[in-house]
């Protein structure tokens, strides 16, 4: 329970830090306090250099999809390789991991919720478990609560929709049987629907400007 309280309070102040709610909690204190954290935190700043904008675009990305820095270098590559836009094919590539699937499907309540769920087992991808939360999930294929954990508590309340209530509408990639725990990505995402507040250009602008 400390270490939770700890990882939640500390998330509250990486979400005011970075101008985002990152979980249902930080968005509470958030709207109570919506400036940075710390003695001066309300203080008018001076204008950011174009390297510190575009440095907290790339820092916002992460925190959203709580991944490691190697981690996010790794989908930018991946995504400069694929056929498009760039910054579209990075968001695309973030989204079809499973915590976040998980996430979106509404069996967690939070990004860490859902890569413990992956972690521990309790997911599987078409029959088979997967314990690596940046599996990519391809369209086609159904995620879903392995029998024996739809018994667990954090699961039955999941199935009541109850995650719903704090998390965005489900995209509409994603077929959720919310009840039958059970979500299927139908389609590739498409920017425009998918709930990460980001400019993606400058996320790209700050890893190609760093090569």
């Known amino acids: 329970m400390a270490n939770n309280a700890l990882r939640a309070r500390r998330q509250v102040r990486k979400s005011r830090a970075l101008g985002i709610a990152l979980t249902p909690k930080a968005e509470k204190y958030f709207e109570r306090r919506p400036y940075a954290p710390g003695e001066h935190g309300r203080a008018r700043r001076k204008s950011d250099s174009d390297y510190k904008v575009r440095l907290t675009e790339k820092q916002r990305l992460r925190a959203q999809y709580d991944i490691r820095e190697k981690q996010m270098h790794r989908a930018y590559v991946e995504a400069k390789r694929v056929e498009g836009q760039t910054g579209e094919n990075l968001i695309g590539l973030l989204e079809t991991r499973l915590d976040a699937l998980v996430l979106r499907s509404g069996f967690a309540r939070t990004m860490a919720q859902a890569r413990q769920a992956v972690v521990h087992r309790h997911i599987m991808v078409d029959g088979q478990r997967v314990d690596r939360p940046s599996f990519r999930v391809r369209?086609?294929?159904?995620?879903?609560?392995?029998?024996?954990?739809?018994?667990?508590?954090?699961?039955?309340?999941?199935?009541?929709?109850?995650?719903?209530?704090?998390?965005?509408?489900?995209?509409?990639?994603?077929?959720?049987?919310?009840?039958?725990?059970q979500a299927t990505l139908t389609r590739k995402p498409e920017r425009s629907e998918v709930p990460v507040t980001c400019e993606e250009q400058l996320v790209v602008e700050y890893y190609a400007r760093m090569a």
Not at 155 to 174: I, S
């Open 139 to 181: 369209p086609g294929q159904m995620i879903h609560v392995h029998p024996r954990s739809e018994k667990m508590v954090p699961f039955q309340v999941a199935a009541t929709g109850a995650h719903q209530d704090v998390l965005p509408d489900t995209p509409g990639y994603l077929d959720v049987s919310i009840d039958r725990l």
